[in-house]
T-cell receptor, first 118, second 112 residues
Framework: DAGVTQSPTHLIKTRGQQVTLRCSPK?????VSWYQQALGQGPQFIFQ???????QRGNFPDRFSGHQFPNYSSELNVNALLLGDSALYLC?????????????????FGPGTRLTVT | DAKTTQPPSMDCAEGRAANLPCNHS???????VYWYRQIHSQGPQYIIH???NNETNEMASLIITEDRKSSTLILPHATLRDTAVYYC?????????????FGTGTKLQVIP
C-alpha cells in the first residue's frame, strides 16, 4: 500500500517564475492538505482540498493556489516566486469525507518537495 | 486555534523514558491533542492523539491533565532512532473542516 507520494523531490527556480508541485494521497484517502515548512520552523498550513474544492485556507497570498483531481491527487501552484518561498512543501492526506471531526482523523505526510528560489 | 507551547529542546539517555511536555491552556472542550514527530528532512509522522483520557499505542503514551491544559508524550524506552522534532498540536474545527497548526516543536536528542 503506497503512502503519500510527492514530486519532484527537489526543485530550483528563479524569482518571478511559477512552480507546480504534485501529490498523490495514500490509497483510500480523499482529502489533501498542503503545508509550507521553512528551515527551522514547524509546518504552516496552506490549504486543504476535499471533493475537488478548497475547503480551508491558511494565511497565504493568492499566489498560492491548488487543485484536486477526481482521483484525489492534488497540485500546488505558486506564481511569481519570491526568495521567501524557499521551503519544504509537504502534502498530507487523510480519510475524511464529511466526518472531519472524526477522532480518527489522522494525517499522513509525504516526504516533501524541497523548493529553492534563487 | 488553541496554541501550544513546548520546550525548544531536550536530551534523553538511550533506553530511558523520554517525557515531552506541552502546554495548551486555551484548548476548548472539543479539541483533540495530537502529537507528530519529524525526523530530519522527512515528513511529519503521526504518533498519538487524545481528548481527555490517557492513551497508549505501540509508539508512545499520552498523558493529558484533568483540566486538559497540558499533556505529556512519553516514549518509554528511547532509542537513537527517536531523535527528532516532536510537535504537539491541537486540532481546530473551522466551518466543519479541520485545520492543523504546528508550533516549533521540541527537538529531542537521544544520547548513547
Amino acid at each position: 500500500d503506497a503512502g503519500v507520494t510527492q514530486s519532484p523531490t527537489h526543485l530550483i527556480k528563479t524569482r518571478g517564475q511559477q512552480v507546480t508541485l504534485r501529490c498523490s494521497p495514500k490509497s483510500g484517502h480523499d482529502t489533501v492538505s498542503w503545508y509550507q515548512q521553512a528551515l527551522g520552523q514547524g509546518p504552516q498550513f496552506i490549504f486543504q482540498y476535499y471533493e475537488e474544492e478548497e475547503r480551508q485556507r491558511g494565511n497565504f497570498p493568492d499566489r498560492f493556489s491548488g487543485h484536486q483531481f477526481p482521483n484525489y491527487s492534488s497540485e500546488l501552484n505558486v506564481n511569481a516566486l519570491l526568495l521567501g518561498d524557499s521551503a519544504l512543501y509537504l502534502c498530507a492526506s487523510s480519510l475524511a469525507g464529511g466526518l472531519l471531526s472524526s477522532p480518527t482523523y489522522e494525517q499522513y505526510f509525504g516526504p516533501g518537495t524541497r523548493l529553492t528560489v534563487t | 486555534d488553541a496554541k501550544t507551547t513546548q520546550p525548544p529542546s531536550m536530551d534523553c539517555a538511550e533506553g530511558r523514558a523520554a517525557n515531552l511536555p506541552c502546554n495548551h491552556s486555551t484548548i476548548s472542550g472539543n479539541e483533540y491533542v495530537y502529537w507528530y514527530r519529524q525526523i530530519h528532512s522527512q515528513g511529519p509522522q503521526y504518533i498519538i492523539h487524545g481528548l481527555k483520557n490517557n492513551e497508549t499505542n505501540e509508539m508512545a503514551s499520552l498523558i493529558i491533565t484533568e483540566d486538559r491544559k497540558s499533556s505529556t508524550l512519553i516514549l518509554p524506552h528511547a532509542t537513537l532512532r527517536d531523535t527528532a522534532v516532536y510537535y504537539c498540536i491541537v486540532r481546530a474545527t473551522v466551518g466543519g473542516y479541520q485545520k492543523v497548526t504546528f508550533g516549533t516543536g521540541t527537538k529531542l536528542q537521544v544520547i548513547p
